[in-house]
């Protein structure tokens, strides 16, 4: 059976694997993970630690499961396993297509025993390079998310960093069109965090931002918000579907195809954004009931709803799949 199967998450993206593997290990699965050395500094040190945990983890390991294409090698070369592979974005969207990634990025994916892709936009790509390519979106560990408890001041938040992978300018122009919206005396409280290389941009608009801070800490604030505002790419990003599963309403706009009809999201086009953020502000405790945001993510995005999909890969990559 798949449950037996012992896999080794080889690196992280977007806390995928370390997700999965919390899950897995609270439902009894044989999972671990290990970091890359690149996060812990990147030293000769650290490689070695790496290489040392990973010839530790290979005897009891059957599945490598590989987070972001371009890292396969070490799946492959004198710890060889069978493997799985996350698509995350930037190796399928781009580096797969570029001549200088291209051989690296083909031999991952074709050596892999299973592929999947995180987000829905992904999926031309990800099936051109792959056809048995699967769409398996990014857990969401819905027990380390606080409850929901709205401030005292009507709070709008901008959970994604401000940067072109969520939206650039059209994030920017949405940011404008909310404060312009809600006012600009002070009696909304709209947020962001201090992330990304247009995030000054923000400040000047109008967005006051928080500083960058640990998970749990960022977790806590979002919980605070009333209404929260998704980035402009189409597509739902973890700080999105945190803020769903707190029940805070989530507006979004223009999402792609490829997700659920019951997309819990107060869905509009990008030119009524403002007008979204104002109108949810006047209840938002009635657009919470709703939306049915946690039940949402608890179904479609929870890690262990997730889980059974998860095992199917491993036993694909496996070859034991009936």
């Not at 829905?120 to 027990?143: S, T």
């Not at 909304?188 to 201090?194: E, F, H, I």
């Not at 009931?289 to 889980?307: D, E, I, K, Q, T």
Request: glycine letters at 10%; charged letters at 20%; a neutral charge.
């Amino acid at each position: 059976m798949s449950q037996g199967i012992r896999v080794t998450q080889l690196f992280d993206c977007a806390d995928v694997g370390k997700v999965f593997v919390r899950e897995g290990r609270r439902q009894g699965m044989p999972w671990k993970i290990i970091q890359g050395p690149w996060t812990r500094g990147g030293t000769k040190a650290a490689y070695y630690r790496f290489r040392l945990e990973q010839a530790l983890a290979y005897p009891r390991t059957q599945v490598w499961h590989v987070n972001m294409g371009g890292r396969a090698k070490w799946a492959r070369g004198s710890f060889a396993r069978p493997y799985a592979l996350t698509l995350h974005g930037t190796d399928i969207r781009e580096n797969y297509w570029q001549d200088q990634h291209h051989a690296v990025m083909k031999e991952d994916i074709d050596g892999a025993g299973h592929v999947w892709y995180t987000t829905p936009d992904l999926r031309e790509k990800a099936e051109r390079a792959r056809p048995d390519a699967e769409y398996l979106p990014a857990p969401v560990d819905m027990a380390e998310l606080p409850a929901w408890a709205p401030a005292p001041k009507p709070r709008v938040f901008f959970p994604s960093r401000w940067d072109a992978s969520k939206g650039g300018d059209a994030l920017l122009q949405t940011a404008a069109e909310v404060v312009a919206a809600v006012g600009s005396g002070g009696g909304v409280d709209v947020v962001g965090l201090n992330w990304g290389d247009r995030a000054d941009e923000a400040a000047r608009l109008g967005i006051r931002l928080l500083p960058q801070m640990p998970k749990e800490a960022f977790l806590r604030e979002l919980s605070t918000a009333h209404v929260a505002v998704g980035q402009i790419t189409g597509v739902l990003g973890l700080s999105e579907l945190q803020a769903m599963a707190i029940g805070v309403p989530t507006v979004f706009a223009d999402h792609i195809e490829g997700y659920p009809a019951d997309l819990a999201i107060i869905d509009v086009a990008r030119s009524e954004v403002g007008q979204a953020v104002r109108e949810a502000l006047v209840d938002p405790r009635a657009m919470s009931s709703r939306l049915g945001g946690p039940a949402y993510v608890r179904n479609n995005h929870g890690a262990a709803a997730l889980l059974p999909r998860l095992e199917a890969g491993y036993a694909k990559a496996l070859g034991t799949a009936a």
